[in-house]
């Protein structure tokens, strides 16, 4: 018998409790009051929504800040916390989990989309078993059932609190987290590789896409059909059934990547508005996740998250859409650097229109593509080379995650 067994065996062999989340501890939400300008050049450790999401152990070290006063009483994270994503475009992204698994040298303020669970007492749960287990299938899907909306989902803290977790002797809990850190280990430095293999393909990518004063340059207002993407109404069943017409949301291009001809999600031809965008545009994010795009291959839809940008005929001869799809990082920079206030995140969509892009000649355009396509194929490809080892080495973690976290309940 393996090492786990034989603890199972003698420590739960008739099964482990399963309990509430309410008897365990009580949840708590992030930061309030602030506005955008507290975020610039701030004095405190802030954890942003992205953090949060990324990292099944929270990242304590963030370059991210926020400005707090002495007389503020704002609660601060501490280790054991599991903390959650508060809402998401769908219930599956939903509660997405990252626990404090490192005692904070300093403050760290969670943002306001997010909320935490504290446990009572941390001596029944490890915060290293607790990384594995709140992202593990089951619990994945416990916690997806929290969630309700519309066109964005948001989680219920008191359904979350009904969410049954098992607890098992801690013993058993430091042998499975020793079995899954090595697999996550792995996965990490495969990851690290690959990363810098991405710096060196975004400093090349970044050099061949900046020109000097002689390279005309031309604003999206004037090299683009700009409109907005949009939701059909839920209410109406006509447009959710049978649907040919793919719908772009931000899980496609988490899923699937940036170039695009299906969606995940269809809707019928009744729920086009005028008329489909067309192949060959590009969604840009522009409000909630900004910094993100993706050239779509056929006629379609997208959400509203999205603005579209479609190549007016007078430049289609002299746009190459692949350069064009290049370019767009830089884009993803700019709109990250120029939101204005309100409830959700949202680009300067004034200042947008006004962004300008370098035309250089189409022959240049294609020998910037060539090159940058090699790249693009080394670091994003998921069937080859490193995205394809991490790929299996993550598939191979989540096979033995849910297996190690698959107990008997205690009767």
């Known amino acids: 018998m393996s090492k786990l067994e034989d603890l199972i065996a003698e420590l739960c062999p008739n099964g482990v409790p399963f309990k509430p989340l309410a008897e365990l501890g009580k949840f708590f939400g992030g930061i ?5 300008d507290d975020f610039t050049n701030g004095n405190a450790a802030f954890i942003t929504y992205k953090n949060v999401y990324s990292n099944p ?41 990252s626990v404090v698994t490192k005692k904070p040298e300093k403050p760290l303020y969670l943002n306001s989309f997010c909320f935490f669970f504290r446990f009572n007492d941390l001596n029944i749960i490890e915060p290293d078993f607790a990384k594995h287990l709140f992202r593990s299938t089951k619990l994945r899907y416990q916690i997806g059932k929290t969630a309700s909306g519309v066109t964005r989902f948001n989680v219920s803290k008191k359904l979350m609190e009904k969410v049954v977790i098992p607890v098992p002797p801690l013993p058993v809990q430091r042998e499975i987290v020793r079995i899954l850190d090595n697999f996550t280990e792995l996965t990490a430095e495969l990851t690290a590789e690959l990363t810098a293999r991405k710096k060196q393909y975004e400093y090349y990518r970044d050099s061949l896409l900046t020109f000097g004063d002689e390279v005309p340059r031309v604003t999206l207002e004037k090299l683009f059909n700009i409109r907005n993407g949009y939701t059909p109404s839920k209410a109406n069943n006509e447009y959710w059934e049978n649907g ?7 899980e496609d291009i988490r899923d699937n990547g940036r170039i695009l001809s299906d969606a995940i999600q269809n809707v019928s031809d009744k729920a086009i508005k005028g008329r489909a965008f067309a192949a060959n545009s590009f969604i840009v994010a522009t409000s909630a996740t900004i910094g993100e795009h993706a050239l779509i291959t056929r006629d379609f839809l997208a959400n ?18 692949k350069y064009f ?6 884009l993803d920079e700019w709109c990250k650097d120029n939101l204005t206030v309100g409830h959700f995140a949202s680009v300067d969509m004034g200042r947008f229109k006004k962004f300008e892009v370098p035309l250089p000649p189409l022959e240049e355009q294609a020998r910037i593509v060539a090159i940058l396509d090699k790249f693009d194929v080394l670091t994003t490809d998921i069937s080859f080379g490193l ?3 991490i790929e299996a080495r993550q598939k191979q973690y989540e ?6 976290l698959t107990f008997k309940e205690l009767s």
């Not at 603005?307 to 746009?319: C, G, I, M, P, Q």
């Open 57 to 97: 152990a929270l990242n304590i070290n963030p370059d991210d800040t926020v400005k707090i006063t002495e007389e503020e009483k704002q609660r601060t994270l501490e280790y054991g916390d599991v903390i959650f994503t508060g809402s998401s475009e769908t219930p599956d992204e939903c509660g997405i989990s």
């Open 387 to 389: 995205p394809a080892e």
């Open 399 to 404: 096979y033995y995650r849910d297996r190690l």
């Open 325 to 330: 799809y290049y370019y767009c990082f830089i």
């Open 244 to 250: 040919t017409v793919p719908w772009f949301r931000m």
């Open 32 to 36: 309030t009051g602030k506005s955008k």
């Open 304 to 321: 509203q998250r999205f603005t579209v940008l479609t190549v007016k005929n007078e430049y289609a001869k002299s746009l190459n859409i």
